[in-house]
């Protein structure tokens, strides 16, 4: 059974960072391109990172340059480093598989509450 735990939100000051952390089991993850997602109140998810099986990164142009992923696949766990938070990065932040078929998942776990104030 597929689970995905996100941990590591709160809340922060604008300028300010969090690392979010993702524990994944019950799949390949070693094997599994990984992305991490937000929805912000009133609006739809929206994908901003992600991370394939060999490491390499991409970004939505929201964050490129303030948000870093990464992955321990020893640990089964993927990261989200965030920098510079912005009142806008306030949503609740989800891992999941990543794909160009993302908006048709139908698990997504707990995720993990942002909140950035000014």
């Known amino acids: 059974q597929v689970q995905l735990v996100q941990s590591g939100g709160g809340l922060v000051q604008t300028g300010g960072s969090l690392r979010l952390s993702c524990a994944a089991s019950?799949?390949?993850?070693?094997?599994?391109?990984m992305g991490w997602y937000r929805q912000a109140p009133g609006k739809q998810r929206e994908w901003i990172a992600s991370?394939?099986?060999?490491?390499?990164?991409n970004y939505a142009d929201s964050v490129k340059g303030r948000f870093a992923i990464s992955r321990d696949n020893a640990k089964n766990t993927v990261y989200l480093q965030m920098n510079s938070l912005k009142s806008d990065d306030t949503a609740v932040y989800y891992c999941?598989?990543?794909?160009?078929?993302?908006?048709?998942?139908?698990?997504w776990g707990q995720g993990t509450q942002v909140t950035v104030s000014s």
């Open positions: 999941n598989y990543y794909s160009t078929i993302w908006r048709s998942y139908a698990y």
């Open positions: 991370i394939t099986t060999s490491g390499s990164a």
């Open positions: 019950g799949f390949a993850f070693s094997f599994t391109n």
